[in-house]
């Protein structure tokens, strides 16, 4: 019988890794959507809002600065 010339070598590696599943995949594609689409109806809210009160204070009427709640009937 002929033994082995060279040494054979053994690397010990660490534990394995949790496995990543497609709905591991799709959950956290889902939060980040979910963030996303939040944060974009939180802004909408804000900017619509904000455009509101912009158009309530300010006259709509450029030609005689009346604002457009009021109307004038001009009779006589």
Partial sequence: MSQPT???LVRVVGPAAD???LGDVLIN???LTGAITV???VLGVVL???FILY???RPHNYFNG???DEMSLRVG
């Fill in 39 to 41: 944060a974009a109806i």
């Fill in 6 to 8: 060279s040494p054979i």
């Fill in 48 to 50: 619509g809002g904000l």
């Fill in 55 to 57: 158009r309530r204070r």
């Fill in 66 to 68: 009346e604002s457009s």
């Fill in 19 to 21: 496995e990543v599943t």
């Fill in 29 to 31: 594609a889902l939060g």
